[in-house]
């Protein structure tokens, strides 16, 4: 194999590990924040959060990242994702399952 050849493998595995999500991993401190709006969050329910977030709001146009909308802005558009995913496929995401995403992009803010 060429340099060149080695070279341009090693360019394209560097860009698929750019891009690849890097969510931001929920911690107790989290959990603390999300109880202020949701009292009795617990950490469990923030991470359950983002793997529903992963699973359920990349389909059609990858993971928007969190902090690019206000808490307020969230609360605002996740009923309406929802709405967009369980139109896509039924009863995919129940009211919980809202709830869980909801706390998990207003409370983990980094
Ligand atoms: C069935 C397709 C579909 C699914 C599933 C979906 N979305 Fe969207 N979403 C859209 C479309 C279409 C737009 C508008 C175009 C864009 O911003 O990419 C959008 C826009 C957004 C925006 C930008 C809103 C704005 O005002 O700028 C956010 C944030 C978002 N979606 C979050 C989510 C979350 C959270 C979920 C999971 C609950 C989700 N989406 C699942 C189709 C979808």
Known sequence: MTMKKIYIIALVIGIASCTASK??????????????????????????????????CQSCHGLKTVTDYSVQAWHSIVPGMVQQANEKSPNSVSENDERLILMYVTSVRR
Do not use: M, R, W
């Open 23 to 56: 969510l931001t991993v929920p911690t107790q401190a989290d959990a603390d924040e999300a109880q202020k709006t949701f009292p009795g969050a617990t950490l469990a329910d923030i991470s359950n959060g983002k793997g529903l977030y992963e699973q359920h």
